[in-house]
């Protein structure tokens, strides 16, 4: 018995969620179950194959335009970004005006903003304090009306 009917049989009321790095939505198999899906959750990080290169650091067959492609289509659609500061940031200039227009071309029902918490493979990513959080949300919903949240450990 798969998730789908285990889920209409026990727990029909229920909405299912899926958390995914939005890597395959291209597979034939992956469309179909997305439909399945009453919240999927899938991240973007950068709004550019450069900077998505350097925060994903993916394999080489990874399509960035394929994730992006992937993304479109989903509908409803929740996008979790993980933002932060260091040599290689997604917070300031090209790389984030790259990432909050390719927001507002997916449409996404909403965005969730976080920055790291947890050690990182670099030593210098910068963890964004709730303040920049807010300010990154409050420009994200006024310049391109979208519905965002952010979140940080108090």
Same mark, same amino acid.
């Given at each position: 018995?798969? /998730?789908? #009917?285990?889920?209409?049989? &026990? ?9 995914? @790095?939005?890597?395959? *939505? @291209? *597979?034939?198999?992956?469309?179909? !179950?997305?439909?399945?899906? %009453?919240?999927?959750? *899938? +991240?973007? %990080? ?6 998505? $290169?350097?925060? @994903?650091?993916? /394999?080489?067959?990874?399509? &960035? $335009?394929?994730?992006? %492609?992937?993304?479109?289509?989903? =509908? ?5 970004? /993980?933002?932060? %500061?260091?040599?290689?940031? =997604? ?5 984030? #005006?790259?990432?909050? !227009? ?11 903003? &976080? $920055? !790291?918490?947890?050690? !990182? ?10 303040? +920049?959080? +807010?300010?990154?949300?409050?420009? *994200? ?6 519905? /965002? ?6």
């Amino acid at each position: 018995m798969g /998730v789908k #009917e285990l889920h209409d049989r &026990y727990k029909p009321l229920s909405k299912q969620g899926l958390l995914s @790095n939005a890597s395959r *939505l @291209n *597979l034939p198999a992956i469309k179909r !179950t997305m439909k399945l899906i %009453d919240l999927p959750m *899938l +991240k973007l %990080d950068a709004g550019d194959k450069t900077t998505f $290169s350097a925060i @994903n650091q993916p /394999v080489e067959t990874l399509d &960035y $335009s394929e994730i992006l %492609d992937g993304l479109i289509r989903v =509908n409803p659609v929740i996008i979790q970004s /993980v933002l932060f %500061d260091g040599s290689v940031s =997604n917070i300031h200039g090209r790389t984030y #005006e790259s990432w909050a !227009t390719v927001l507002s071309t997916i449409h996404p029902e909403q965005i969730h903003i &976080y $920055s !790291t918490e947890r050690p !990182t493979a670099s030593a210098d990513v910068i963890c964004l304090t709730p303040e +920049k959080l +807010k300010q990154i949300r409050d420009d *994200l919903q006024s310049r391109f009306k979208l519905h /965002v949240k952010a979140f940080w450990r108090d």
